[in-house]
Nanobody, 114 residues
Framework: QLQLVDSGGGLVQAGGSLRLSCVAS????????MGWYRQAPGKERELVAT???????NYVDAVKGRFTISRDNAKNTVYLQMNSLKPDDTAVYYC????????WGQGTQVTVSS
């Protein structure tokens, strides 16, 4: 079982930056594919970025060049560095882990004001 606790959200002006963190416990973190999803009001949850156990990354087109996902296996932590934020990035961001099944964090709110 993998437990995920995500944090780092907040209110930021358009063009600003935030870094989200997700600390994992309860299993061998390095084995897991990790990622971030987001859900805006009235919309479905969507993939933002993923990182494999070998640190290969993948991004949705809307965030390419602005967001960077990374992981520190020694700290059991995955990060999402978000730069050049836009109002459309406003959502609850969820940490995600996968190894045989999916695991989710509790979510952290990101609000980008125009």
């Amino acid at each position: 079982q993998l437990q995920l606790v995500d944090s780092g959200g907040g209110l930021v002006q358009a063009g600003g930056s935030l870094r989200l963190s997700c600390v994992a416990s309860g299993s061998i973190f390095s084995m897991y594919q990790m990622g971030w999803y987001r859900q805006a009001p009235g919309k479905e949850r969507e993939l933002v970025a993923t990182i494999t156990s070998s640190s290969r990354t993948n991004y949705v087109d809307a965030v390419k060049g602005r967001f960077t996902i990374s992981r520190d296996n020694a700290k059991n932590t995955v990060y999402l560095q978000m730069n050049s934020l836009k109002p459309d990035d406003t959502a609850v961001y969820y940490c995600w882990g996968y190894y045989a099944r999916e695991y989710w964090g509790q979510g952290t709110q990101v609000t980008v004001s125009s």
